[in-house]
């Protein structure tokens, strides 16, 4: 069974950065492609960005381009989100996703298992 779990969270002020990370078990990593979502309070999951299996292909949304960074490293079954110049508006709680065979989609629902969520606070 696939366990998921993310750390690195924290609180940081605008501009600064935080790097989170997710290690994944249970099984074969490079089956999966993987992606980060996040939550804000009252608002719908979002797609933040996606990665595939042998880390050829990275998406990001919009709103993250420039600023935010995911890799993997399939020898220690971990991913990755490096975030750079952060605003108050990337406040959520941070997930990340494991999606079988995928190609690291925005698509939420072709995502198969998830992890608990990390706390990301941003101050103006």
């Known amino acids: 069974q696939v366990q998921l779990v993310e750390s690195g969270g924290g609180s940081v002020q605008a501009g600064g950065s935080l790097r989170l990370s997710c290690s994944f078990s249970?099984?074969?990593?490079?089956?999966?492609?993987m992606g980060w979502f996040r939550q804000a309070p009252g608002k719908e999951r979002e797609f933040v960005a996606g990665?595939?299996?042998?880390?050829?292909?990275?998406y990001y949304a919009d709103s993250v381009k420039g600023r935010f960074t995911i890799s993997r490293d399939n020898a220690k079954n971990t991913v990755h989100l490096q975030m750079n110049s952060l605003k108050p508006d990337d406040t959520a709680v941070y997930y990340c996703?494991?999606?079988?065979?995928?190609?690291?989609?925005?698509?939420?629902?072709?995502?198969?298992?998830w992890g608990q969520g990390a706390q990301v606070t941003v101050s103006s």
């Open positions: 990665i595939s299996r042998f880390g050829g292909g990275t």
């Open positions: 996703a494991a999606e079988f065979l995928g190609t690291g989609s925005y698509v939420r629902d072709t995502y198969d298992h």
């Open positions: 249970g099984r074969t990593f490079s089956n999966y492609a």
